[in-house]
């Protein structure tokens, strides 16, 4: 009896998730007029694809499709490249004075208030440099957001490798970026691989600097996109939803493709030998 309740409890948490998702799905292939229907239908009598195609053919989402894929992969490499070091150099050198802490907690408290909070004096430095409406501002954005949380998250992953191992490869003739490349980061990259999914997944979805920072369509997201189908007089839910599935979908293969190496980099260091 435990055992089924256990099961019933799953199913529905399970339903609970996933229609929300199934249900925008099938609002983006209906109808407009079945969108309304009392009662609603989850499987549309009249199937459509209209609303996808004037996204694409009407309101160009290619572009902001583009605008997302360099935004947030220039985010992710520029992110783990110098959290990757910063979170090393924390995690293996004794600074005086208690800095190793300072530091790290001075990195972590940068995630402790809302992003809102910066988004005037970032803005005013963006247009200082004159890269308001660029890739490169959001970029730069981006990566000032997500680098506390890389840095903070892959400490604790160098930490628990055994420093024995840098000082044997040293031994060997390695210098000390020669044993950091050839082999620490191969030991870490389930968590540097978790790491990046984090980061790709928040710069995918960040949707408060893109509407501040790219304030036109050359550089302007998808969650922009997605948004732009709310408009002052009414509410576009055959293109909301259309464009909802177009920003999810990718996500969602993506984390589907990569579980294994999020798992074990969620796990790495839980279990010792």
Do not use: C
């Not at 199937?47 to 309101?59: K, P, R, V």
């Not at 191992?165 to 003739?173: K, P, S």
């Not at 960040?206 to 996109?225: C, D, N, R």
Request: net charge positive; glycine share 4%.
């Amino acid at each position: 009896m435990k055992s089924i309740l256990k099961l019933v409890f799953v199913i529905f948490i399970t339903i609970i998730v996933i229609f929300p998702v199934i249900w925008i799905i099938s609002t983006s292939i209906k109808n407009p007029i079945d969108i309304f229907t009392i009662p609603p239908e989850l499987v549309p009598p009249n199937m459509t694809i209209d609303h996808y195609s004037i996204l694409f053919n009407e309101l160009g989402f290619l572009e902001y499709i583009r605008n997302s894929i360099i935004v947030t992969v220039s985010t992710v490499i520029v992110s783990l490249s110098i959290g990757m070091l910063a979170a090393y150099s924390l995690a293996r050198f004794k600074l005086p004075h208690n800095l190793n802490y300072q530091i790290s907690f001075w990195v972590l408290s940068t995630r402790m208030f809302p992003p809102i909070v910066t988004i005037i004096p970032l803005f005013s430095m963006l247009r200082l440099f004159h890269l308001i409406n660029s890739r490169t501002g959001l970029i730069i954005a981006y990566t000032a957001f997500n680098l506390p949380f890389a840095v903070w998250m892959m400490r604790g992953f160098f930490a628990e490798i055994p420093k024995e191992l840098e000082d044997a490869a040293m031994v060997d003739g390695y210098s000390r970026m020669g044993a950091f490349w050839n082999i620490i980061v191969p030991i870490a990259r389930p968590g540097i691989i978790a790491t990046a999914i984090f980061i790709l997944i928040m710069s995918w979805n960040e949707f408060l600097f893109a509407l501040i920072l790219a304030q036109t369509k050359v550089s302007a997201t998808l969650p922009i996109g997605v948004a732009s189908n709310v408009t002052q007089y009414q509410i576009l839910w055959g293109r909301l939803s259309a464009s909802g599935v177009i920003a999810m979908a990718p996500v969602l293969i993506f984390a589907f493709l990569v579980q294994k190496h999020l798992v074990r980099g969620m796990s790495m260091g839980a279990i010792k030998g």
